[in-house]
């Protein structure tokens, strides 16, 4: 399957800062996504990350809050804003599409290994 | 929209039994179907998916089964093994100009396997 690398893997930060999440992929791929996974819960989709475009929310995520860049094929940031203890999720980027490596299916989603926040 | 609801929450077996989840989705216009593993501290693991044209798919000791009548589908474990513990989702979505789009999740279910 794809190598779908986050960095950074986890961080602790203070209520009212800004974290930058980044998320490459060792291929192009046609979709990005992010999603949120609370402490314990299922996954919820943020955005889809369109390449040279805005990014598309989902209904209850806006992109003053979750702003989101997608420069090119293999790479996308997603940053959680103004932070507050109630963004302390894992956020998790995932892909579609593009050019088929490492058995990986060009139509399903991969998910990268996740980013673990902690707000206090 | 469409809402997917996944039973059950949790599932202890002996290792060596089978396992089964079930999960039930609204919409019928969803066409595609997968199952991710997620175990502690990792993201989720793609292990088997199905398209509403096929009613059954099989692999290794994992198969999935699709009633589209019935709206629902369900994982299959069999001679589970103790790494098999681990969160599954399923999930559901609606395949359109050449992409999944947005999956939409199950709440999950906690598999442990005793040794």
């Known amino acids: 399957s794809a190598v779908i690398s986050q960095k950074p893997s986890r961080d602790i930060c203070q209520r009212g800062t800004s974290l930058t999440i980044q998320c490459q992929v060792d291929s192009q791929v046609t979709m990005m996504f992010w999603y949120r996974q609370q402490p314990g819960q299922s996954l919820t989709l943020i955005a889809t990350a369109n390449q040279g475009s805005e990014a598309t929310y989902e209904s209850g995520f806006v992109i003053d809050k979750f702003p989101i860049s997608r420069p090119n094929l293999t790479f996308s940031t997603l940053t959680v804003s103004n932070m507050s203890p109630e963004d302390s999720s894992i956020y998790l980027c995932s892909v579609e599409g593009g050019v088929p490596t490492g058995g990986r299916k060009t139509d399903t989603q991969y998910f990268g290994p996740g980013t673990r926040l902690t707000v206090l | 929209g469409e809402n997917v609801e996944q039973h059950p929450s949790t599932l202890s077996v002996q290792e060596g039994d089978s396992a089964v989840i079930k999960c039930t989705y609204s919409d019928s216009a969803s066409n595609y179907f997968p199952w991710y593993k997620q175990e502690l501290g990792k993201g989720p693991q793609l292990i088997i998916d199905i398209r509403s044209n096929v009613g059954e798919k099989k692999d290794q000791r994992i198969a999935v089964t699709l009633n589209k009548t019935a709206k629902h589908f369900s994982l299959h474990i069999t001679e589970t093994q103790p790494e098999d513990s681990a969160v599954y989702f399923c999930?559901?979505?609606?395949?359109?100009?050449?992409?999944?789009?947005?999956?939409?999740f199950g709440k999950g279910t906690k598999l442990s396997v005793k040794p």
């Open positions: 999930a559901a979505s609606m395949h359109y100009g050449g992409s999944q789009g947005n999956l939409i």
